[in-house]
């Protein structure tokens, strides 16, 4: 029997098998639970790619679209779970984020409010809006789980994707303080540069996956996210009945390390 053995699990952000959430999804199902999974921009990308989950071809998990800046899409979130089958929740995965060009790649200083809202809104606010939509199904024992990227330190290219991040690391922990009355966890992970198609699109994202494995105490592998999911899914399961607010780090130390040698 699998840690997430009976519970149903929303993911979000799978968009090609590269995706964090995707294996996270997999890893979940492969823990025994349902899942459903929401899809942005494309849901027919989504829709093939769940179909290389455990779950097989011929059994995909449903697929909902929904834009997290849409607030009528938020709005009907609960129903459309219903509608297919989902009459609650136990678990939601945060796998979102978004800035666009101007605002990574060294262009901190010159990026307009217009893009520093957007990356806002859609990696920062967007886990307290996507949390709130998915509440009304979400009963005591609920697990809220964000991916983040270490948010304490200026990364070199990040820029204000970092900011969104630091403002996601807070979101998360007064989400965690109004929800925890509630029965309902909110945690995040933490990870170090994996190579999705978000990564890439980073102008400059090389020089961090060049560094991590040689600095990191445990090493790193940037094409394996099994120990991101693992995590994110012992986060979901009830093995962490009394921790919210907590930020994971799965980076092979490097968090801890002021200089590698």
Not at 205 to 213: C, I
Request: contains cysteine; negative net charge.
């Amino acid at each position: 029997m699998g840690i997430l053995e009976g519970k149903r699990i929303l993911v979000t952000g799978v968009l090609t098998d590269a995706s964090i959430g995707f294996h996270v999804a997999r890893v979940a199902q492969e823990q025994g639970a349902e899942v459903v999974l929401t899809a942005y921009p494309r849901p027919t990308l989504t829709q093939r790619t769940a179909k290389r989950l455990p779950s097989g071809p011929d059994s995909p998990p449903p697929v909902i679209e929904l834009d997290v800046m849409n607030t009528e899409q938020l709005d009907a979130l609960a129903g459309n779970l219903q509608e297919v089958g989902f009459d609650r929740l136990d678990g939601v995965v945060h796998a979102i984020g978004f800035a666009p060009q101007s605002a990574l790649g060294g262009n901190f200083l010159e990026t307009p409010w217009e893009d520093v809202a957007t990356a806002v809104h859609a990696s920062t606010f967007s886990l307290k809006a996507l949390t709130m939509a998915c509440l009304p199904l979400m009963k005591e024992g609920g697990s809220v789980v964000g991916l983040d990227f270490d948010a304490t330190k200026a990364w070199p290219v990040y820029d204000w994707m970092g900011v969104a991040k630091a403002g996601l690391e807070s979101c998360a922990r007064y989400l965690a303080k109004y929800l925890g009355p509630q029965g309902v966890r909110v945690n995040l992970v933490a990870a170090g540069p994996l190579a999705t198609m978000a990564a890439k699109s980073i102008p400059g994202f090389e020089g961090m996956v060049e560094m991590w494995p040689q600095a990191a105490p445990l090493g790193w592998d940037v094409k394996n996210s099994d120990p991101t999911a693992r995590a994110c899914v012992a986060l979901l399961s009830d093995w962490f009945p009394a921790t919210t607010a907590e930020i994971v780090h799965v980076d092979g130390g490097l968090h801890a390390i002021g200089a590698p040698g």
